[in-house]
């Protein structure tokens, strides 16, 4: 059982910066592949990014790439997402997902387990 735990949404204008975390409970996060999904109003919930737990390969969505870099910290059980240059479209509730040891990283129904999610409000 993982519980995943997102924090670091918020409020910013047009061109700032957020970084959003997700504290993973349990001995075993280096053994799952991450991700991050975000949800708008009215839309259905679209893959950001994921980063492997083999080799930390990431991968990211075409609307976010050169924008947003996914990490990890192993040693703090945390993920994170920063992101530059943010733009009103962006404004969604984030998730973050968890997949044990898979290298598919972009389907919502890989993951096994997910956080409450954060929301990110993009101010025009």
């Known amino acids: 059982q993982v519980q995943l735990v997102e924090s670091g949404g918020g409020l910013v204008q047009a061109g700032g910066s957020l970084r959003l975390s997700c504290a993973a409970s349990?001995?075993?996060?280096?053994?799952?592949?991450m991700g991050w999904f975000r949800q708008a109003p009215g839309k259905e919930r679209e893959f950001v990014a994921g980063?492997?737990?083999?080799?930390?390969?990431?991968y990211y969505a075409d609307s976010v790439k050169g924008r947003f870099t996914i990490s990890r910290d192993n040693a703090k059980n945390t993920v994170y997402l920063q992101m530059n240059s943010l733009k009103p479209e962006d404004t969604a509730v984030y998730y973050c997902?968890?997949?044990?040891?898979?290298?598919?990283?972009?389907?919502?129904?890989?993951?096994?387990?997910w956080g409450q999610g954060t929301q990110v409000t993009v101010s025009s």
């Open positions: 980063i492997t737990w083999s080799g930390g390969r990431t």
């Open positions: 997902a968890a997949a044990f040891a898979s290298d598919r990283v972009q389907l919502a129904e890989d993951y096994r387990y």
């Open positions: 349990g001995r075993t996060f280096r053994s799952y592949t």
